[in-house]
């Protein structure tokens, strides 16, 4: 076996701080149905959004070793807020191929019409100097509308996808940019995904929604093709998935959210 076919045989690692990565997992698994995938969701730290940036980067640090220890070729953060704060740091301590994700602001700035563009996200991605970057880079003549989101991904967490406390939240955290005028919703957070048939309702037909799960997925793939790690396409691959929260939980809502009642394994402290 060539060292580039050892390589290309080793499993993708990806995190988020809960089961809102899922959403981008979802998107490997359709793009690139051969690899082997290791999920890791952070549900004893979950919300990242309202903490400390040295706080987060500690969390992806500790996830993304656990990760490397299974011997992942790439590994993907699921996660905007944990991208925004850690994932330069952790670029500059692993020499694999680290995937983060940011909000859509450029896609979203080519697409709207009437240039007017909401943000729904994290308080602490919002907050990040990464974010002002993006919006510096790529709003162009757009006009950006951020809103944070607290609670939502806790609905998400909890399996809230389309009862009443998902929807008063939606409307709260939507009206602002409703009343912007918005044409092009950007969602910031992985977990929201799981709320677009709720939005959508809300936000109704004619406006766009930006996600970027789909856009990890391609960058994935491309940094795997240049370095010739692509797994061999004839086989299927495997999913595993952990939580640093409880299982029996996690499990439930994993279901729900993946599909096939997979099963969570619970990560010790001393390996997450
Ligand atoms: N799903 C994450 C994101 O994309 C993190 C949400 C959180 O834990 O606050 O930002």
Known sequence: ??????????????????????????????????????????????????????????????????????????????????????????????????????????????????????????????ASARFAGLLEQYAGRARVVTQPCPGLVAAVEAGHLDGEHARALLRRYLRPLQEARADTMILGCTHYSFLVPLIRELLGPDVAIVDTGYAVARQLQRRLHDGAALCAPARSGTEHFWTTGDAVTGASVLNRLWGGAPALQALRPGEG
Request: some cysteine.
């Open 1 to 126: 076996m060539t060292p580039a076919t050892l390589a290309a045989n080793r499993p993708i690692g990806v995190f988020d701080s809960g089961l809102g990565g899922l959403s981008v997992l979802r998107e490997i698994r359709t793009l690139l149905p051969a690899e082997d995938l290791l999920y890791v969701a952070d549900a004893a730290h979950v919300p990242y959004g309202n903490r400390s940036p040295a706080q987060i980067r500690a969390r992806a640090e500790v996830l993304t070793g656990f990760l490397v220890g299974r011997g992942v070729k790439s590994v993907v953060v699921a996660c905007n807020t944990a991208t925004a704060v850690a994932v330069t740091d952790l670029r500059a301590r692993w020499s694999i191929p680290i995937i983060g994700m940011e909000p859509a602001i450029k896609p979203a700035a080519a697409l709207t019409r009437n240039g007017i563009v909401g943000v729904l996200a994290t308080e602490g991605t919002l």
